[in-house]
């Protein structure tokens, strides 16, 4: 039995969704402990692109249960839509192999319209999910849950108490019109319709799952840096992204976690608002956007691109206890002649290797970079680290030296194969 949690190592978009589906051939169940549908998981398999919000990423094998734990915040209007499109292509033919938590909170209509309505006041840069809203009615103990839904009279009760409050902050606050009780009421009774046989006990599943000695792969979504305790705070996601919350948003113990392995890309990548030491705004910057499909899986918005932030990376490992890291999008930085790496920060006259709490020094950080030489090549090919050229050697061996954990995967291209796979995580805890 090995029990393998999967993190971002640093704002999210790290290619997260490629390496749970590379691993979840050696899972027996894959469970998404956080956010809701503010991610954003693409996968590229033969060709044909698969972008997950909220079912998890290993959804694409048959035989895998996948679960959404009870950290996950779910639209259900988003959760239909996603399971009808994954059926229209001829996966989820089972509808055992999903289940959603019945603790996990639900994301209604009001939450969105406040999300979207408080943006417009202090910008954070938030995707207008209602994520952050939802998560703060379950702060409040006034969120509805999954298993609410399914009892009508219990939802009707709790619904009308919420409405109460919300409409009249969303008129009185914030000027924007409120919910009739009825409309919303009657439009998620047609949701449990549909989503009802998938709720279940996720934690005793998952339990029972483990004691039988079976493999369990636990997805992140977002990254370190947007962790709502340990990232850039307040432009930060609404719940934690860290891999200690893979116990909490899934129903299980700590002792119960084998490894942890974080995901970076071989650049540094954010979107929305808030502090990018390494963010390149010229044409560098824009080669790597295009170059990478920088553009969010969610909103479609740019990411700001950026060198590889060792610092960043570093603080990643230290919050999640990462042991591994793989590196993905490496082929991205093929065209350059030189490529950088930030090893630290420059600010108030000295160098400092960690992040600062306090956002206005953080904004004041330069960064301090080493440059390589680029390997002007091809390498969506390499089946190992050696076929890679050299310089590509090199920038990886610098990148560990950096960052002091052993790097396990490198992704050299979208599709599932093109991943040099140096260590299997579930057969090296065993």
Known sequence: MANVVIVGAQWGDEGKGKIVDLLTQYADVVVRFQGGNNAGHTIVLKGEKFVFHLIPSGILYENKKCMIGSGVVVDPAVLIEEMAELKKRGYLK??????????????????????????????????????????????????????DLLDEEVFY??????????????????????????????????FKSQIGKYVKNTSLVLYDEIQKGKHVLFEGAQGALLDVDHGTYPYVTASNTVAGNACAGSGIGPTMINSVIGVAKAY???????????????????????????????????????????????????????????????????????VKICVGYRVNGEVIQYIPCNLKTLEKCEPVYEELDGWKSEIKGAKKISDLPIQAQRYLKRVEELIHVKITMVSVGSERNETIEIKNPFQNNL
Request: charged letters at 30%; glycine letters at 10%; one cysteine or more.
């Open 157 to 190: 009760g709790k619904l009308k108490a919420n409405l109460l409050q919300k409409n009249l902050y969303l008129s009185e606050v914030l000027e924007e019109k409120p919910f009739e009780l009825s409309q919303v009421f009657e439009e998620s009774l047609r």
């Open 94 to 147: 089972d509808d055992s192999q999903l289940m959603v938590s019945e603790e996990a909170h639900l994301i209604l209509p009001y939450h969105r319209r406040i999300d979207i309505a408080r943006d417009r006041v202090f910008k954070i840069g938030t995707t207008g999910r209602g994520i952050g809203p939802a998560y703060e009615d379950k702060v409040a103990r006034s969120g509805i849950r999954m298993g």
């Open 268 to 338: 540094t990548t954010r979107v929305g608002e808030g502090p990018f030491p390494t963010e390149l705004k010229d044409e560098i910057g824009e080669k790597i956007r295009e170059k990478g499909g920088e553009y969010g899986a969610t909103t479609g918005r740019p990411r700001r691109c950026g060198w590889f932030d060792a610092v960043v990376v570093n603080h990643a490992i230290r919050i999640n206890g990462i042991q591994e890291t793989t590196i993905t999008k490496l082929d991205v930085l093929n065209d350059f002649d030189k």
